[in-house]
Nanobody
Framework: QVQLVESGGGLVQAGGSLRLSCAASGRTFAVSSMAWFRQAPGKEREFVAAISKIGASTLYADSVKGRFTISRDNAKNTLWLQMNSLKPEDTAVYYC???WGPGRLTALADADSWGQGTQVTVSS
């Protein structure tokens, strides 16, 4: 099992920045792709960004491309999401996720472990 704990959420004005962190513990050697998802009130959880095991490959949702950056440090068992130029529509609970097997983590059903989420609120 791998435990994931997010932090770094908060309230920010539109145009501002936040950096989310996700600390992994447990059987972290088994983790391959990691990703961030988000869920806004009344909406389904959606993919935000994914990163490969060694960080060489990243993928972003069109809605955040050019504004968000996903990164990881396997030595520190930490995943980050740098969010710049935030918009009110970015308001959501942000979740960290991990998978064991090959391939990128872009679909909810492919995640093997989830964090508890951290709230991001962007005011206009």
């Amino acid at each position: 099992q791998v435990q994931l704990v997010e932090s770094g959420g908060g309230l920010v004005q539109a145009g501002g920045s936040l950096r989310l962190s996700c600390a992994a513990s447990g059987r972290t050697f088994a983790v391959s792709s990691m990703a961030w998802f988000r869920q806004a009130p009344g909406k389904e959880r959606e993919f935000v960004a994914a990163i490969s095991k060694i960080g060489a490959s990243t993928l972003y949702a069109d809605s955040v491309k050019g504004r968000f950056t996903i990164s990881r440090d396997n030595a520190k068992n930490t995943l980050w999401l740098q969010m710049n130029s935030l918009k009110p529509e970015d308001t959501a609970v942000y979740y960290c996720a991990a998978k064991w097997g090959p391939g990128r983590l872009t679909a909810l059903a492919d995640a093997d472990s989830w964090g508890q989420g951290t709230q991001v609120t962007v005011s206009s």
